[in-house]
């Protein structure tokens, strides 16, 4: 039986977060820097272990103002810093729920740039292992933060979207392009399992690309995200394909 991974960004103030965590396997928890505070992450996290959902922390850029997506340039030790900062502040209420994290996704313009920037992607996974070494990296599928964090033997899932259109290049497309989300449904769900069951993505040119999906996203800001999530989480288990955390 094919499995994979259904996960979601989630304690951004959206508001249906408990909606979504009966729908997915793992959760991408914001820490603090981009959104959410102490409080949401606490709530979020006894949210996600009511339902059995694996816990990941989601460290963005130090910028409520744009929500973590604009690009920014830090030094090597700035990314250090707020990557361990937030992953180490969620790490905490985790153990004091009695759990542990699993997972940690980038979010925003720090996942995407380290997705295209191959000294920035290494940065970042010898953060996280020099943290703890059993963490799984979530990154865009075939980008260079899987590569980067493959060399220094950190485990990884290869990450598609099931709510964003890409490139020829396997690029995912620019927020700003009016092609770059995915609103419908149907549309979604199709994506979703090519990308599952044939290992291939549709690009906004109309060339089929190759990818591996290991763990498929939902974004929990967008405007139709909990009935993305039930109709995707609805589409697999209707195709036989289990829905299962990376480190279950």
């Known amino acids: 039986m094919l499995t994979v991974d259904l996960n979601c960004d989630v304690g951004e103030g959206c508001g249906h977060d408990a909606e979504l965590l009966r729908l997915v396997s793992s959760a991408n928890i914001a ?29 963005g850029y130090p910028d409520r103002e744009n929500f973590g997506r604009v690009a920014r340039d830090l030094t090597a030790s700035d990314i250090i810093r707020i990557v ?12 004091a729920a009695g759990s542990k994290l699993t997972h940690i996704k980038p979010h925003g313009a720090l996942y995407n740039q380290s997705a295209r920037d191959p000294v920035l992607a290494s940065v970042i996974a ?3 292992a020099d943290l703890d070494d059993k963490l799984v990296l979530f990154g865009l599928s075939g980008s260079h933060s899987i590569s980067e964090a493959e060399k220094i033997g950190l485990r990884t899932a290869s990450e598609v979207f099931a709510d964003r259109t890409y490139q020829s290049d396997g690029s995912l497309t620019p927020r700003t392009d009016p092609k770059a989300l995915i609103k419908d449904q149907e ?19 109309a060339i089929m690309i190759p990818i591996i999906a290991q763990t498929v996203c939902i974004h929990g800001d967008g405007e139709n995200a909990v009935n993305f999530a039930r109709a995707i989480n609805r589409s697999l288990i209707q195709s036989s394909i289990e829905i299962k955390a990376i480190n279950a």
């Open 31 to 59: 820490c603090g820097y981009h959104a959410g505070d102490e409080e949401t992450m606490r709530k979020t996290v006894e949210l996600a272990l009511e339902n059995g959902v694996a816990i990941g922390a989601h460290p």
């Open 84 to 95: 361990t900062d937030q992953i180490n502040a969620l790490a905490e209420i985790v153990s």
């Open 126 to 128: 010898r953060a996280i």
């Open 187 to 205: 549309t979604a769900s199709t994506q979703v399992l090519d990308m599952i069951k044939y290992g291939r993505v549709r690009s906004v040119d």
